[in-house]
């Protein structure tokens, strides 16, 4: 017995001994958990600076957020099990094998951004994999009460194409949509969580004739507003008519897809998109939880570095409450989660307003 506590004594200094208490003393004096992380501080100083002109949340950080999306995504056990290559997932095989991948019909246009940030992760010499996930963390943590993501270094600069028709697309059916990201590992309620990155967002290609159209009216915040306008019922096209993969939108300049608007009003998922409208910081740290699982699949996050501390902490500032659009009321709504009633939220006052495009940079 005696003995037994002296040896669980010794086993307990052992492993305290054990636990490294490292501390990298990186450029300009930052302090990072691990020497690993260092190179990420001068990728931050670097992208912020030059790919976010200055720290911004405007359309490269939506792209890159996106693209974050794009390359994970490519991942499917199903495959496996029918023993083909699934893709590696979160392994930058969108950036190393851009002339097949960019090529894919879901990933129009992704090819802007994958170009842009190419020469970056280069210059740096860290993988491409940790650089698609790095930027998306960095830029979604400029935008207005914007999530603080994890990021972990590490992933291997190797990878081979993704297999195609892995990359949802916005005119996919729900149960397709679901039945894909189930593959992947995502419930449906973890789709919505997913679909949170819509609130920093506009389309360039489903109406290639209004490129920069948002899918809310405050596409540099990371508010609910998206939420509350995916639920008002649809009146008009922003462009020029219908296209595939878009459904009437309530708001002149604002665009709509049919994978968000059914997404929104589906049985299954209806309530965890009503929840964000009025709680903000149950829809940050869904996001952050959600995006966590999609940086790291394809990976075994075990051996990867936990740099996170690299990330920026967004602005706290308080955000405006949710609101009604002016124009619309409570009759616009078509709330369809049956457990709980739409929030009671107010109009804002004056005339009806249409949404002002992203400006491209
Ligand atoms: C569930 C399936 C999804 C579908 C069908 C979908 C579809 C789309 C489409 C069609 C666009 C417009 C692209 C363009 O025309 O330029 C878009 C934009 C965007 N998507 Fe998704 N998406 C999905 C999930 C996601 C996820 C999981 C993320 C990130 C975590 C994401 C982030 C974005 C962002 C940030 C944009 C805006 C890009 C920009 O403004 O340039 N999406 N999405
Ligand atoms: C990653 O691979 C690409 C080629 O796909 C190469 O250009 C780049 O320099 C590699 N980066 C590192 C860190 O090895
Ligand atoms: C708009 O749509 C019409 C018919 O739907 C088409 O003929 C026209 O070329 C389109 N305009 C642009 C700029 O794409
Ligand atoms: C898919 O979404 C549409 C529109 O929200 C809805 O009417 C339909 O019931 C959904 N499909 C299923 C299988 O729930
Ligand atoms: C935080 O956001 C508020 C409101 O958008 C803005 O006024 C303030 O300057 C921002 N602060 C920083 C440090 O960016």
Do not use: Y
Request: glycine residues 8%; contains cysteine.
């Amino acid at each position: 017995m005696f003995a037994k506590a002296i040896l669980a004594l010794a086993a307990l200094a052992v492993t305290v001994k054990a636990v490294p208490t490292p501390e990298a003393v990186c450029s300009q004096g930052r302090r990072a958990s691990s020497a690993a992380c260092c190179v990420w501080f001068d990728v931050l100083d670097d992208i912020q600076e030059n790919l976010f002109d200055g720290g911004e949340c405007g359309e490269e950080v939506h792209e890159s957020l996106r693209l974050t999306f794009h390359d994970a995504i490519g991942f499917s056990p199903k495959l496996f099990r029918e023993g083909k290559f699934g893709g590696g997932g979160a392994d930058g095989s969108i950036m190393a094998f851009s002339e097949i991948e960019t090529n894919f019909h879901a990933n129009n246009g992704v090819d802007e951004i994958v170009e842009t940030q190419r020469p970056f992760a280069i210059a740096h010499g860290v993988s491409f994999g940790d650089f698609i996930q790095f930027a998306g963390a960095v830029g979604v943590s400029n935008c207005a009460g914007g999530p603080r993501l994890q990021f972990l270094a590490g992933r291997s600069n190797h990878s081979q194409p993704s297999p195609d028709l892995l990359v949802p697309e916005p005119s996919d059916p729900n149960d397709t949509i679901f039945a894909r990201m189930g593959d992947a590992g995502f419930s449906p309620n973890e789709v919505v969580d997913l679909l949170i990155s819509h609130t920093v967002a506009a389309q360039d290609h489903v109406d290639s004739t209004i490129p920069g159209t948002p899918f809310d009216s405050t596409p540099s915040s990371f508010d609910s507003q998206f939420f509350v306008e995916t639920l008002l019922k649809g009146t008009l096209f922003p462009g020029n008519g219908s296209n595939v993969g878009e459904v009437q939108s309530p708001l002149g300049g604002e665009f709509r897809l049919f994978s968000d608007a059914n997404i929104a009003r589906d049985a299954r998922t209806a309530c965890e998109w009503q929840s964000f409208i009025t709680d903000h910081a149950s829809m940050v740290s869904k996001f952050e939880k959600v995006m966590a699982k999609l940086a790291t699949l394809g990976q075994n996050p075990r051996a990867l570095t936990d740099c996170s501390e690299v990330i920026p902490v967004p602005n706290s500032s308080k955000l405006p409450p949710p609101t009604l659009p002016a124009g619309k009321s409570l009759k616009d709504v078509e709330g369809a989660c049956r457990a709980t009633p739409f929030p009671a939220i107010s109009a804002a006052p004056g005339p009806a307003t249409t949404v002002a495009p992203v400006p491209p940079s």
